[in-house]
C-alpha cells in the first residue's frame, strides 16, 4: 500500500520543508552537472535518486555530489508520435526500464531494497516497469535506436511512425541492427545476443 499525505508543487527544491524518499528526475539532460546541487537541502542518506533520461553517463554528476546515495538508473520507453505540425497522437506502447548504477560503498541489499520498493510504487501506478540487472546496455540501446532511427526518418523523409511502412526505411533496419550491436559491444563490452535490442524486429507498436 502506498500512502500520501498530501501533493505540492514548488518553484524550487529549496522551497520543500523537508527531505524526500526519492528524487526523480526526467527533465531533459541539458548541463547536467548543474542539477544535483540544487536539490542538496531536500536530500538525505535515505534519498534515492532515480534518473529517467536519454543518454548516457548522467548519473556520474549525481554519484559525484552524493557519493553515499542510491542512484536507480531508468530507460522510458513512450509511444508517440507527432502526426501534423502541433498534434501528438499518444499509442499503448510504453516500457520503463531500471536498475541500480552501483555504489561499491553501499549495502547492496539495501540499494536492491529501495530499487524494488520504488518499481513496487511504479507498478502501483500502472507503469509497465521491468528491473534490469545491467541497465547500461538497455540505456545504450535506447541512445542507438534513437539515433538510428531518427536518422532513417529524416533520410526517407518520413515520420517514425510511417517508416515501418517505408519499404526502402525498413531495408535500412538490419544494417542499423549490425552497426549498432557492434557499437555496443565496444562500449559497454560483451552482451548476450537476446540482451541486445531487436531493432530491425522492433520498429514501433502501436
Known amino acids: 500500500m502506498i ?6 508543487v514548488y518553484r524550487s527544491p529549496s522551497e520543500a520543508p523537508h527531505t524526500f524518499d526519492y528524487i526523480v528526475c526526467a527533465h531533459k539532460a541539458i548541463n547536467p552537472s548543474a542539477i544535483p546541487p540544487i536539490f542538496q537541502s531536500v536530500a538525505d542518506s535515505n534519498t534515492t535518486f532515480v534518473i529517467m533520461q536519454n543518454g548516457v553517463g548522467n548519473e556520474d554528476p549525481f554519484r559525484s555530489t552524493y557519493p553515499h546515495n542510491t542512484i536507480i538508473s531508468g530507460v522510458v520507453w513512450i509511444g508517440a508520435t507527432q502526426t501534423s505540425p502541433g498534434l501528438i497522437r499518444h499509442m499503448q506502447a510504453e516500457n520503463t526500464e531500471i536498475g541500480l548504477f552501483s555504489n561499491p560503498e553501499s549495502d547492496p541489499e539495501q540499494e536492491k531494497g529501495r530499487l524494488e520498493h520504488f518499481a513496487s510504487i511504479m507498478r502501483h501506478g500502472g507503469t509497465n516497469i521491468s528491473v534490469e540487472e545491467n541497465v547500461q546496455v ?3 540501446e535506447k541512445v542507438v ?4 532511427w531518427n536518422t532513417i526518418g529524416k533520410f526517407v523523409l518520413e515520420f517514425l511512425v510511417n517508416c515501418c511502412a517505408n519499404r526502402f526505411a525498413v531495408s535500412l533496419a538490419p544494417a542499423v541492427d549490425f552497426h549498432s550491436h557492434c557499437g555496443l559491444r565496444q562500449t559497454i563490452g560483451p552482451a548476450r ?6 531493432l530491425s524486429r522492433n520498429c514501433i507498436t502501436s
Open 3 to 8: 500512502y500520501s499525505s498530501y501533493i505540492a
Open 138 to 140: 538497455k540505456r545504450w
Open 145 to 148: 535506436w534513437n539515433a538510428a
Open 193 to 198: 545476443d537476446q540482451d541486445l535490442f531487436p
